[in-house]
């Protein structure tokens, strides 16, 4: 007997989360249905976090249901960032903090998102840095011209390539997904 599908809530911050989000989710084998929302920034990401972990909770005797968390660490850094969701989990849930077998994936993007989207689509910007913010570089800006065929290379680009050096958040968060599959 097959597995049922992986029904998903993705939580994100803005555009940009949701250009990327939507091409990655429909291209991973594996998931149902996926319900995307939209939070406007990293704290209505926060805000939102204890009541969607409650609700997965609450359905727990439906084991394909999974929260994907996408928020940028922007100057908090990648384990600060994880920390901050765990504790908020634990805060702001009931049933305390995010358990092993929990399907409840946390993506941070570090500084932000547009650092993978630079990474992915630019050969030439690698490797990159992590702490830099590449919003106001040329990179960025060409690729921000057409969001739509940037989330699609990047999405392409996403699976681990050989000769390529990841940055730790992109293999962090890949190693994450795997909690929701």
Sequence with gaps: MSRPEVRLV?????KVHDSFLRRLFKKRPGHGRVRFEKCVDSSGVLGRLGREVDALRSQKHQQNLG???VIDADEKGL???VDELEGRIEADARGGARAAGER???VVPALEIETWYVHLCVPSARPVDETR????SPAW??????LSAASRRAVDAWPPAPD???P?????????LKRVE
């Excluded at 993705?10 to 803005?14: A, C, G, K, P, S």
């Excluded at 913010?133 to 106001?136: E, G, T």
């Excluded at 800006?141 to 057409?146: F, G, I, T, Y």
């Design 168 to 176: 730790p958040s992109l293999s962090a968060a890949r190693d994450e």
């Design 141 to 146: 800006r060409e690729l921000e011209k057409d």
């Design 133 to 136: 913010d590449y919003k106001a």
């Design 10 to 14: 993705v939580l994100y911050e803005d």
């Design 104 to 106: 409840i994936a946390f």
């Design 164 to 166: 390529r050096q990841d």
């Design 79 to 81: 384990s600060q960032r």
């Design 67 to 69: 929260l994907v968390v």
